[in-house]
């Protein structure tokens, strides 16, 4: 069956040539809203530490937390925003040198992490068997994702280039802790991407991710952690250090890093902010700037000091001060710049504009999806229409249906069943992992649980 030409109907299995045309016309005007149907509720009069004071030091993914902390899309659809800058991924596939490609994927691994800043919403949970799609023939992609595990929680995501060249896939195993004043969030899983046309794999993970201020002050977001991107056919390798905030705040936001080839020669040096942008320059430029700037006492600003992280203290984690402006660093080159974000961001969850876009829903696409796709999920679809009642109610009923099923399988001692994809070995790397094992675009949905 060619999957661009024939659809099914996902309740009765019937081939639906004549809406091919429909969903052509979806695929071109999507990802056009630029604003959610309702602002944000304000959480000043939540309280959370009711709920997190027993939780200190535990994995929080068994936690139920009232949906006045969450942000209107299931982490799915958050995982999805790894391709906000996929232009990144087709440059790279363009690019003849492979020191050259390996720090625009550099680039294109810190901008998928972009997204996050002052994203202090937590999304919601996908319930086991839950789906996402996104296609975007003007991107040239299209992604499928699925919740493959619920205890532990795993994601398992599948993009793919429309013109085969690229391939870009992972599991992502989040755990959450809490420590008094802040959540600490570690993405585990490996990320893998392919240019198919170079015969190029590269893997990496992502930093950590920390949420201060969780019961008082102001909440904000820092990411720290070294990732390390290895090109597996040449052997070339990029160091990326996502610095943490240190006591002056000074580092807040700063990644630096350096490409090496398989020698462990040092070819490129890449710096910048991951709020921000990142550039690539020579070492030895690099090297003599920095010594230069020694010399004469570099940013001579005096930076207040940032006190002390203390879990129990009655203070919050004071913000540092960020100057957002890079430093370029003559004989730089720009490899990345984020996105400017709309004007109304901050009153609809700190969305960029292609997160305003993830959770639309246009007439006639429900036909079109499978079930099991979050954008039908009922919780999420009240929240971001403000209906915050319904959306709790929404959520504790789907919450109950997800543990009668669990039940109903264990006492007829019946395994879960994934649709999408099947735990396996990744080839390059001999871990553990979720692969796709195709056919979700063939659209025969017959067989995918009931599960909203």
Same mark, same amino acid.
């Given at each position: +069956?060619?999957?661009?030409?024939?659809?099914?109907?996902?309740? !009765?299995?019937?081939?639906?040539?004549?809406?091919?045309?429909?969903?052509?016309?979806?695929?071109?005007?999507?990802?056009?809203?630029?604003?959610?149907?309702?602002?944000? /509720?304000?959480?000043?009069?939540?309280?959370?530490?009711?709920?997190?004071?027993?939780?200190?030091?535990?994995?929080?993914?068994?936690?139920?937390?009232?949906?006045?902390?969450?942000?209107?899309?299931?982490?799915?659809?958050?995982?999805?925003?790894?391709?906000?800058?996929?232009? @990144?991924?087709?440059?790279?596939?363009? @690019?003849?040198?492979?020191?050259?490609?390996?720090?625009?994927?550099?680039?294109?691994?810190?901008?998928?992490?972009?997204?996050?800043?002052?994203?202090?919403?937590?999304?919601?949970?996908?319930? @086991?068997?839950?789906?996402?799609?996104?296609?975007?023939?003007?991107?040239?992609?299209?992604?499928?994702?699925?919740?493959?595990?619920?205890?532990?929680?795993?994601?398992?995501?599948?993009?793919?280039?429309?013109?085969?060249?690229?391939?870009?896939?992972?599991?992502?195993?989040?755990?959450?802790?809490?420590?008094?004043?802040?959540?600490?969030?570690?993405?585990?899983?490996?990320?893998?991407?392919?240019?198919?046309?170079?015969?190029?794999?590269?893997?990496?993970?992502?930093?950590?991710?920390?949420?201060?201020?969780?019961?008082?002050?102001?909440?904000? /977001?820092?990411?720290?952690?070294?990732?390390?991107?290895?090109?597996?056919?040449?052997?070339?390798?990029?160091?990326?250090?996502?610095?943490?905030?240190?006591?002056?705040?000074?580092?807040?936001?700063?990644?630096?890093?350096? /490409?090496?080839? #398989?020698?462990?020669?040092?070819?490129?040096?890449?710096?910048?902010?991951?709020?921000?942008?990142?550039?690539?320059?020579?070492?030895?430029?690099?090297?003599?700037? #920095?010594?230069?700037?020694?010399?004469?006492?570099?940013?001579?600003?005096?930076?207040?000091?940032?006190?002390?992280?203390?879990?129990?203290?009655?203070?919050?984690?004071?913000?540092?001060?960020?100057?957002?402006?890079?430093?370029?660093?003559?004989?730089?080159?720009?490899?990345?710049?984020?996105?400017?974000?709309?004007?109304?961001?901050?009153?609809?969850?700190?969305?960029?504009?292609?997160?305003?876009?993830?959770?639309?829903?246009?007439?006639?696409?429900?036909?079109?999806?499978?079930?099991?796709?979050?954008?039908?999920?009922?919780?999420?679809?009240?929240?971001?229409?403000?209906? +915050?009642?319904?959306?709790? !109610?929404?959520?504790?009923?789907?919450?109950?249906?997800?543990?009668?099923?669990?039940?109903?399988?264990?006492?007829?001692?019946?395994?879960?069943?994934?649709?999408?994809?099947?735990?396996?070995?990744?080839?390059?790397?001999?871990?553990?992992?979720?692969?796709?094992?195709?056919?979700?675009?063939?659209?025969?949905?017959?067989?995918?649980?009931?599960?909203?």
């Amino acid at each position: +069956m060619n999957s661009e030409e024939e659809f099914y109907d996902a309740e !009765t299995g019937e081939t639906l040539l004549s809406e091919f045309t429909l969903y052509k016309s979806y695929l071109v005007q999507m990802c056009t809203r630029k604003t959610l149907p309702a602002e944000m /509720i304000s959480r000043h009069n939540f309280s959370v530490w009711s709920i997190l004071k027993k939780c200190i030091g535990m994995e929080l993914s068994k936690i139920a937390m009232p949906v006045v902390f969450n942000e209107p899309l299931s982490f799915l659809q958050r995982i999805s925003e790894y391709m906000e800058h996929t232009n @990144l991924i087709h440059k790279a596939c363009s @690019l003849s040198d492979s020191i050259d490609r390996m720090q625009v994927v550099a680039a294109f691994a810190v901008s998928a992490v972009a997204s996050q800043w002052e994203r202090t919403g937590k999304p919601f949970n996908p319930l @086991l068997g839950e789906t996402y799609e996104l296609t975007r023939e003007d991107e040239g992609y299209r992604l499928i994702s699925e919740q493959v595990s619920h205890h532990p929680p795993i994601s398992a995501f599948h993009a793919q280039s429309l013109k085969q060249e690229f391939e870009f896939h992972g599991s992502i195993y989040p755990k959450l802790k809490f420590w008094g004043k802040s959540v600490e969030a570690e993405p585990k899983g490996i990320m893998t991407l392919e240019l198919l046309k170079h015969k190029e794999v590269y893997t990496w993970t992502n930093p950590m991710c920390c949420v201060h201020n969780i019961i008082l002050g102001k909440l904000w /977001i820092e990411q720290y952690g070294t990732v390390e991107i290895v090109n597996h056919r040449t052997g070339d390798k990029c160091v990326l250090n996502f610095k943490p905030c240190g006591m002056f705040g000074k580092e807040l936001h700063k990644v630096e890093g350096h /490409i090496q080839d #398989k020698s462990k020669k040092k070819r490129r040096v890449i710096y910048g902010k991951w709020t921000e942008c990142m550039y690539s320059m020579d070492p030895k430029v690099y090297e003599a700037y #920095k010594k230069s700037d020694k010399k004469t006492g570099g940013d001579s600003k005096k930076l207040k000091p940032v006190s002390e992280y203390s879990l129990f203290s009655e203070e919050s984690d004071e913000m540092p001060e960020v100057q957002e402006t890079v430093t370029v660093i003559p004989g730089s080159a720009l490899l990345w710049r984020i996105l400017p974000r709309p004007a109304d961001s901050a009153q609809m969850y700190n969305f960029t504009s292609f997160a305003m876009t993830l959770n639309e829903l246009e007439p006639g696409m429900e036909r079109l999806l499978a079930p099991t796709d979050c954008r039908l999920r009922p919780d999420i679809r009240a929240m971001e229409n403000g209906d +915050m009642d319904s959306s709790s !109610t929404e959520k504790e009923r789907l919450e109950e249906k997800q543990r009668a099923s669990r039940r109903e399988r264990s006492v007829d001692e019946e395994e879960w069943s994934t649709s999408w994809f099947q735990l396996g070995t990744n080839p390059h790397t001999g871990a553990e992992d979720w692969l796709y094992t195709g056919g979700y675009f063939d659209r025969n949905y017959t067989d995918c649980p009931s599960i909203y």
